[in-house]
């Protein structure tokens, strides 16, 4: 008995302590006396002032700057008070605490209020703003991690992330494909049951997910010029429309650019999924120009796609300027109208090459990546996104989504309130996944960055992120089920 109660005494002796030294050094990191800065705090990522979805990770952060004795940071809205764990120059929420800050701060402002210890002496810096959006963003995104050169792909992934809280896991990796190249993960509809992605090289194919069932399809035919290579589902997921590249990599001899992608050939063809049959249209493979980055609009009663003269000279690449064009499609019976109309015209001198068209959900808005030049803007930083409005033909130049680096590969959200992409603005080297709010009339936020649990992921993080697609539910399927699939034989068109 006494031996029992002697354990209870220990164990509440035990909790009583951890209680007083948290309090203590709760106390010891409280401000006193401080001193009020007229500046902002200097943090990383840069989450001052930006808009973000109520179903957001916790946005964790650096605060750069000089070392510091003690950090105290205080995220508020209305009555809710939420105290950030700070290690060091670390600032990280409780994702319990950060839930209910959000929940209570719809359509509100969280104030973030950071103060410093320097040398004994405290101050405080001009608070700053995170607005919170009623607009929630789909539940999973899907990336590549590749090198940041591009010209090589070992030890590639293609990740499915939850951005509603920091879970990740591979959902085909090189361990499972033979270190081989693989991209383009795409989503119908953001609908998990139907996707496919692509595992390149011998033996490799399209890998078809239907309800988890993944087929591999060799998407080519004898008059095609490769295999598929840029595709998209029709709302109705019968058809796919893809364009067939023959394309050429490039270094610049000057330093002051990198690699080079181009098309010599391209064209445009429609997959029949129900009947594994392809379809040929002349107006989309003609050989007179190369015709690429195919999509449909959201009613599956268009197709947008990027079309150039051919080149008399792989060394003319400077003159390679895409125009945007569309056509009608019927999507009960697959047939493609008779007329090409041109929505923007290239001029050459003019930052107007287009490419990545993709149409929002709604179908309001039609978003594109605008170039100098060419077919692969990651290497161009005069690479911006655009937008243009498909009621009005409104071209909107996107200023606060845009910087001085390459900005490019798009995707929309399901409730076409979000868009993500990926950007180089950090140091012009590694490509971050950044999304940005928009609202009815094609206002947009300041973009902010895909969060991570460590503050300092970033920092030490050398992969690139690349071709982002948002999808509202986990996918069913695993690196496993990829490598199954991949040893089976093709499914021929």
């Avoid at 591009?150 to 951005?163: A, D, G, K, T």
């Avoid at 996707?195 to 399209?206: A, K, Q, W």
């Avoid at 290579?229 to 893809?242: D, E, I, K």
């Avoid at 990198?258 to 391209?266: A, H």
Wanted: aromatic share 12%.
């Amino acid at each position: 008995m006494r031996r029992n109660i002697n354990k209870v005494i220990y164990v509440v002796f035990q909790s009583f302590a951890t209680v007083a030294v948290a309090l203590i050094l709760s106390c010891a990191r409280k401000p006193v006396n401080v001193t009020q800065l007229d500046a902002l705090p200097d943090i990383y990522p840069d989450y001052k002032e930006v808009t973000v979805p109520v179903n957001i990770a916790p946005l964790n952060f650096l605060i750069r700057g000089d070392s510091c004795d003690a950090l105290n940071v205080v995220a508020e809205c209305n009555d809710v008070v939420v105290y950030a764990d700070c290690e060091s120059d670390e600032v990280t929420f409780d994702m319990r605490d950060w839930k209910r800050l959000m929940s209570e701060s719809v359509g509100c402002s969280i104030r973030v209020t950071v103060s410093k210890s320097l040398n004994g002496e405290w101050v405080q810096y001009k608070p700053f703003h995170i607005m919170v959006s009623s607009d929630s963003i789909d539940s999973y995104l899907t990336y590549r991690m590749i090198e940041p050169d591009y010209e090589v792909y070992s030890r590639l992934r293609i990740v499915e992330r939850c951005v509603e809280n920091f879970w990740e896991r591979s959902i085909c990796d090189y361990e499972s494909v033979g270190n081989r190249c693989m991209n383009c993960h795409t989503y119908n509809s953001h609908d998990s049951r139907q996707s496919f992605l692509y595992v390149r090289g011998e033996g490799g194919g399209m890998i078809l997910n239907q309800n988890g069932n993944l087929r591999k399809l060799a998407l080519k035919t004898e008059e095609m010029v490769s295999g598929s290579v840029y595709a998209q589902f029709s709302p109705n997921g019968r058809w796919l429309v893809f364009s067939t590249n023959k394309i050429i990599p490039a270094f610049h001899a000057r330093p002051s650019k990198r690699l080079e992608v181009f098309d010599t050939k391209s064209d445009i063809y429609i997959a029949d999924m129900a009947s594994n049959k392809v379809v040929r249209n002349p107006l989309l493979a003609d050989s007179t120009h190369l015709e690429t980055f195919p999509t449909f609009s959201s009613d599956g009663k268009i197709i947008y796609f990027c079309s150039a003269e051919r080149l008399p000279h792989i060394g003319n690449i400077d003159s390679l300027q895409y125009d945007l064009c569309r056509v009608s499609f019927d999507e009960r019976t697959g047939e493609i109208g008779d007329t090409i109309e041109t929505l923007i015209k290239s001029k050459k001198g003019e930052k107007q090459s287009v490419c990545h068209p993709r149409v929002s959900p709604d179908g309001e808005f039609l978003l594109y990546t605008v170039a100098d030049y060419g077919t692969f803007p990651i290497w161009h930083p005069e690479a911006d996104l655009q937008m243009m409005n498909l009621r009005n033909s409104t071209i909107y130049k996107l200023e606060s989504v845009n910087s001085s680096k390459s900005d490019t590969y798009h995707s929309w959200s399901s409730n076409s309130r979000w868009f993500v992409f990926a950007s180089k603005r950090d140091d012009g080297l590694y490509g971050k996944l950044y999304f940005c709010h928009i609202d009815d009339n094609g206002t947009t936020s300041k973009p902010f960055v895909l969060p991570q649990e460590s503050p300092s992921f970033y920092d030490y993080c050398l992969k690139s992120f690349n071709v982002p697609e948002m999808g509202k539910s986990r996918l069913p399927f695993t690196p496993e089920d990829v490598a199954y699939a991949i040893k089976s034989d093709a499914e021929s068109f």
